[in-house]
């Protein structure tokens, strides 16, 4: 079982940049693909990036592509997303989550989730 614990979130303006990190507990995170999504009052929670398991492979959601990059460093159990030219769309609650599966996208393919992190941007 992994546990997740989000950090890193706040208040930025826009244009803007954060680092989120997610930690995670348990002898088996690099087993996991890990993804970050993200969640607005009144909307459902969406896809933002996902990484493979040995972190050769990544894919970002169109409407940060180009913007967010996500990392993960197995040695410390660490999942990142550094997120770069920050809009006031972005602000939502953020979770990581681990996933069996790298082909997954959607919520009900990850198995483990964090807290999440609230991430507001202000115009």
């Known amino acids: 079982q992994v546990q997740l614990v989000e950090s890193g979130g706040g208040l930025v303006q826009a244009g803007g940049s954060l680092r989120l990190s997610c930690a995670a507990s348990?002898?088996?995170?690099?087993?996991?693909?890990m993804g970050w999504f993200r969640q607005a009052p009144g909307k459902e929670r969406e896809f933002v990036a996902k990484?493979?398991?040995?972190?050769?492979?990544?894919y970002c959601a169109e409407s940060v592509k180009g913007r967010f990059a996500i990392s993960r460093d197995n040695a410390e159990n660490t999942v990142y997303l550094q997120m770069n030219s920050l809009k006031p769309e972005d602000t939502a609650v953020y979770y990581c989550?681990?996933?069996?599966?790298?082909?997954?996208?959607?919520?009900?393919?990850?198995?483990?989730w964090g807290q999440g992190t609230q991430v507001t941007v202000s115009s």
């Open positions: 989550a681990a996933s069996n599966s790298y082909s997954a996208s959607r919520p009900t393919h990850y198995n483990y």
């Open positions: 990484i493979n398991w040995r972190g050769t492979n990544t």
């Open positions: 348990g002898p088996t995170f690099s087993n996991y693909a």
